[in-house]
T-cell receptor
């Protein structure tokens, strides 16, 4: 079945450091890929997405590129801020028809210190 | 503004009691989902619905039930609460179009079963 594997956390960085959170997936067909972010005490919200190979999703300075050859969708940001402290989830939606379910990774806690 | 709400936000109950968690969305979305979030497991799908009178089991459905009598609501019922069901529960909805898979999440309900 479908699965998503994220790097184990927690990740602790200083402000303005470079961020990479690794995400790899296993899926049949050509899934759509997502990064969701969960700020403390809140629900998840969509950060960015990519729906086909070589697409790059971007938002709020974060980027991720859909790499079919390595089945990866790593999240990157060039300079993190304290306000980026949150839990980040990688997710996929299997392609095809009327399937709208998402499969999530376990999440990676990011803490950014001033 | 359209939104998705959950109630209660916090609930403490005893083993064996029946508990119902409410989820209400005003986007008129066809799809609604219930997840539980646990440390080390990320988000796991409990039940989902693609429309009125439609309900489906997710990966961790044992001990839970849902019903969909209208578009706006998908209540989650724990038939006989167990300590293993202590968790944070999130409801989500999505519009259900092939090219738009974003799920919108509620703020969550923290349930403690004593």
């Amino acid at each position: 079945g479908d699965s998503v594997t994220q790097m184990e956390g927690p990740v602790t960085l200083s402000e303005e450091a470079f961020l990479t959170i690794n995400c790899t997936y296993t899926a049949t067909g050509y899934p759509s890929l997502f990064w969701y972010v969960q700020y403390p005490g809140e629900g998840l919200q969509l950060l960015l997405k990519a729906t086909k190979a070589d697409d790059k999703g971007s938002n709020k300075g974060f980027e991720a590129t859909y790499r079919k050859e390595t089945t990866s969708f790593h999240l990157e940001k060039g300079s993190v801020q304290v306000s980026d402290s949150a839990v980040y989830f990688c997710a996929l939606r299997t392609s095809g028809g009327s399937n709208y379910k998402l499969t999530f990774g376990k999440g990676t806690l990011l803490t950014v210190n001033p | 503004d359209a939104e998705i709400t959950q109630s209660p936000r916090h609930k403490i109950t005893e083993t064996g009691r029946q508990v119902t968690l409410a989820c209400h969305q005003t986007w008129n979305h066809n799809n609604m989902f219930w997840y539980r979030q646990d440390l080390g497991h990320g988000l796991r799908l409990i039940h989902y619905s693609y429309g009125v009178q439609d309900t489906n089991k997710g990966e961790v459905s044992d001990g839970y039930s849902v019903s969909r009598s209208n578009t706006e609501d998908l209540p989650l019922t724990l038939e006989s609460a167990a300590s293993s069901q202590t968790s944070v529960y999130f409801c989500a909805s999505s519009v259900g179009l092939a090219g738009n898979n974003e799920q919108f999440f509620g703020p969550g309900t923290r349930l403690t079963v004593l």
